[in-house]
């Protein structure tokens, strides 16, 4: 790659403008494109479903890199960008107005899309999901409305995206009822306990939650939504509903390209994909682990991550992402904070106050540490960040034991501790 | 406005005028400066926006809260005395003037 290299990003999100930075700094001097699809320059998404959701406020303030450093970094941002195809023959990628882009190297950084509801009226005007700040702004005021007319806001959904829109409705005065299919809140990723504590608080803050609610109607009046049926007929009032329930990557320009994908872009733990010339990044790609598993993870860190090894692969250079995963949420006054994959997890035990919340869950298999769930337990969550890094991790009984220090575990010398990663590289698992 | 200059891993100082109130980290994420990630956007709650202020500057901060101390205790380059996370500092009159340098690494 030279001062005449084109480099073509698709997707101005977190992992686009993390290539497009990495790039930079790994010494690539040609031309850098960054095509997004949205009208913003690459923003910070966390906030939509928690503080600026709430508190609204100019878009500018959830700005990823400001202009000075898209300039400085000397990328040619464009947005209101779609990609029609890439064409991998050619070299070239497709834009929606019939214009090309010919590129030497590609990153892949689509994201991904909400699900839909797979239901006779989901597509009823009040019918709400979020991806980007529009549904933020239209999620916004539609809860705003409700509060004013007293109607329900109706979330499907008990996952963190549902749960975070719950908050933030009681927080602006909504009603709120939330339906979720399986018995407890956020089931694909935390323990009985921990859904348990939330749950606690979400009642609390008077959030009707209902359970093992299969959504079978949206029901409308005039085109617009007025309940939700579930499949046991129960009718639930709403002035709006939002759907919280997953996302799938969005692998279809990759796909049509014929990359390899199975439910994301395939990647290496270098972001390589199945062609040489292409790195895909984020929460359109599905990584293999050693083991040949595929993990999915939907976030910051993963984006971020992924974005610096899909710029090094670029430059020829493999930089795994080998860390333990991580997470928050915040809802209401608890900060919710975890580390590793709890999938396949046999044991939990739990170190602090349950009752406040304030107490970390820790996940293991086989007496190994694969995972730590902190609730208002900002030291936890950052100790075990760095024990899962080291390989290092108390014994169930340690951990539950308030007195134990954690980071004793961290003084031994790194001669003696192991060398796999237990929430890292080593753990197989879906968030 | 308020002169803060930056100091990134590799010894190159810039200076930046900042808003009353725009924090620290806001400012050098939107100068595009390399010393720093923010991977939480200014939640406090990943400790990559890690800097350190120069010591005679110490007294003029407000101190750390408590979940900015955790957050210091497990920051991925050395921690010194002179540790804070930028996102938790904010721009006032009072700080102008101030010199941070940022770490070699932050995650």
């Not at chain 1, 396949?344 to 996940?363: C, N």
Request: proline content about 7%; charged content about 20%.
């Amino acid at each position: 790659m030279d001062s005449h290299s084109r480099v073509v990003i698709v997707g101005g999100g977190q992992a686009g403008i993390q290539i497009a930075e990495s790039l930079r700094q790994e010494g690539f001097t040609g031309v850098l494109t960054l095509l997004g699809d949205e009208p913003h320059p690459p923003y910070q998404r966390p906030p939509l479903s928690k503080k600026w959701l709430i508190e609204g406020g100019a878009v500018g303030a959830l700005s990823l890199r400001g202009s000075a450093a898209i300039e400085r970094l000397r990328i040619t941002l464009r947005p209101d960008t779609r990609v029609r195809a890439i064409e991998r023959v050619r070299n070239v990628v497709e834009l929606a107005d019939g214009s090309v882009l010919p590129y030497d190297r590609l990153a892949i950084a689509t994201g991904s899309l909400p699900r839909t509801l797979p239901v006779p009226g989901a597509s009823l005007s009040g019918v709400l999901s979020l991806r980007g700040i529009a549904d933020s702004l239209a999620i916004g005021q539609a809860i705003r409305i409700c509060a004013d007319e007293k109607r329900p806001v109706v979330v499907v959904g008990g996952g963190f995206i549902g749960l975070e829109v719950a908050a933030a409705a009681r927080k602006l005065g909504a009603q709120v009822t939330v339906l979720e299919g399986l018995p407890r809140l956020m089931s694909r990723v935390t323990a009985p306990v921990v859904s348990e504590t939330f749950a606690r608080l979400h009642r609390a803050h008077g959030v009707q939650l209902v359970f093992g609610a299969q959504v079978a109607e949206i029901v409308g009046r005039e085109g617009r939504v007025s309940a939700v049926r579930t499949a046991d007929g129960q009718e639930y009032p709403a002035g709006c509903v939002v759907v919280g329930i997953g996302v799938e990557p969005d692998d279809l320009l990759a796909r049509s390209a014929g990359l390899l994908c199975e439910r994301g872009v395939v990647v290496d733990d270098c972001a390589r994909t199945s062609e040489a010339t292409i790195v895909a990044a984020g929460d359109c790609t599905a990584r293999r682990l050693p083991n040949g598993e595929l993990v999915r993870l939907e976030s910051v860190q993963n984006a971020i991550e992924q974005g610096k090894s899909g710029a090094a692969a670029l430059m020829g250079r493999e930089r795994p992402f080998a860390n333990a995963p991580w997470f928050w949420s915040d809802q209401y006054d608890v900060k919710l904070q975890m580390v590793g994959l709890s999938r396949g997890y046999d044991q939990v035990v739990t170190r602090g106050d349950l009752a406040k919340p304030a107490y970390s869950a820790f996940y293991y298999r086989a007496g190994r540490l694969l995972a730590v769930d902190s609730m208002n337990r900002v030291p936890d969550h950052m100790q075990s960040k760095r024990l899962l890094d080291h390989g290092v991790w108390p014994t169930p009984e340690q951990a539950a034991d308030p007195q134990f220090e954690l980071t004793s575990l961290l003084k031994v010398p790194p001669a003696t501790t192991p060398a796999a990663t237990p929430g890292g590289a080593a753990t197989a698992g879906g968030a | 406005m308020t002169r803060i200059t930056y100091v990134e891993p590799d010894g190159r100082p810039v200076t930046l005028d900042l808003k009353p109130g725009q924090s620290l980290m806001r400012a050098a994420m939107d100068a595009g400066l390399e010393g720093i990630e923010a991977q939480c956007g200014g939640n406090c709650a990943c400790a990559t926006c890690h800097c350190y202020v120069q010591p005679e500057w110490l007294d003029k901060l407000k101190p750390p809260s408590d979940d900015e101390q955790f957050m210091l205790s497990n920051v991925a380059a050395e921690r010194r005395p002179n540790s804070r996370l930028s996102c938790q500092l904010i721009a006032e009159d009072a700080l102008e003037g101030l010199t941070v340098q940022f770490p070699d690494r932050q995650s």
